[in-house]
């Protein structure tokens, strides 16, 4: 079993940073990757970033690359997503998620077996 705790969400104005936290347990070594999702108001959950554990090969969405980080602590068992240059449009509930997808199923909330709780961002303009 793996255990997801993502935290770090906040109200932020538009053009500043958040930087979320997902602290993982259990066997967590044994979960290939970790990737954030978003949900905003009456929308769909969307990928954001992942990143290979072994490795740390990152992918981002579209919409945040360039602006966004994502990038894992070995030792703490944890990945941080950076968040710069946020958006009105940025403003969702985070969500971290560990699994075992293969490429073609990288963005696929499916493809991810455990999620974390959710944490708010909001970003004001």
């Known amino acids: 079993q793996v255990q997801l705790v993502d935290s770090g969400g906040g109200l932020v104005q538009a053009g500043g940073s958040l930087r979320l936290s997902c602290a993982a347990s259990g066997s967590a070594s044994s979960i290939p990757t970790v990737a954030w999702f978003r949900q905003a108001p009456g929308e769909e959950r969307e990928f954001v970033a992942a990143v290979r554990w072994s490795n740390s090969r990152m992918y981002y969405s579209d919409a945040v690359k360039g602006r966004f980080t994502i990038s894992r602590d070995s030792a703490k068992n944890t990945v941080y997503l950076q968040m710069n240059s946020l958006k009105p449009e940025d403003t969702a509930v985070y969500y971290c998620?560990?699994?075992?997808?293969?490429?073609?199923?990288?963005?696929?909330?499916?493809?991810?077996?455990?999620w974390g709780q959710g944490t708010l961002v909001t970003v004001s303009s």
């Open positions: 998620a560990a699994g075992s997808p293969i490429l073609s199923s990288l963005e696929s909330n499916s493809a991810y077996r455990y």
